[in-house]
């Protein structure tokens, strides 16, 4: 089944339904996240486009005690790799931009994940422009961010999924 397209944030245009809507019409479990969720509760959109971008990627948003983290996982790091992709992520993080990359384990491969954390704001105090925000960066910068790692994703070297 192919992933499902959906701009989720066409900014402020004349028109646009609130922030809100928007981002909960990508993401209908974050409500529940936010209004009941326990701080390491996480949710994760379908996969989701910005812009005229045809790549789709997949968000998963975690709760904190202290804020909220958007993450996209962008590539899978062969074990031989991880050193350099470390540096890597460091020389992009060096670019101070709103989304960080980082390198860790997870379910037993060593994955490349482009994130965000927002601090938990107020109902009505702009919490839902800042998530819309924060979403279509991540998804912006997730091609950009998986390109760091040419020649270290493991699904370069003729595995399925590549």
Same mark, same amino acid.
């Given at each position: 089944m192919a992933p499902r397209y959906r701009p989720i944030y066409p900014g402020f245009v004349s028109g646009a339904p609130p922030a809100r809507e928007r981002v909960l019409a990508a993401v209908p479990a974050?409500?529940?996240?936010l209004e009941s969720g326990v701080p390491g509760t996480q949710v994760q959109s379908d996969a989701l486009t910005a812009?005229?971008?045809?790549? @789709?990627?997949?968000?998963?948003?975690?709760?904190?005690?202290d804020c909220l983290v958007i993450a996209?996982?962008?590539a899978g790091v062969r074990q031989d790799a991880v050193a350099d992709a470390i540096l890597r992520c460091n020389a992009y993080n060096g670019g101070m931009r709103?989304?960080?990359?980082?390198? @860790?384990p997870w379910e037993g491969d060593q994955v490349a994940t482009l994130s965000a954390r927002l601090p938990l704001l107020p109902d009505g105090l702009g919490r839902w422009e800042t998530i819309g925000g924060a979403m279509e960066a991540v998804l912006r910068d997730a091609g950009p961010a998986r390109s760091v790692f040419e020649g270290l994703v493991s699904d370069e070297t003729g595995r399925a999924g590549g």
């Open positions: 974050l409500a529940g996240l812009g005229d971008d045809p790549t @789709a990627w997949i968000l998963w948003f975690i709760l904190r005690a996209a996982p962008v709103w989304s960080v990359l980082s390198v @860790a």
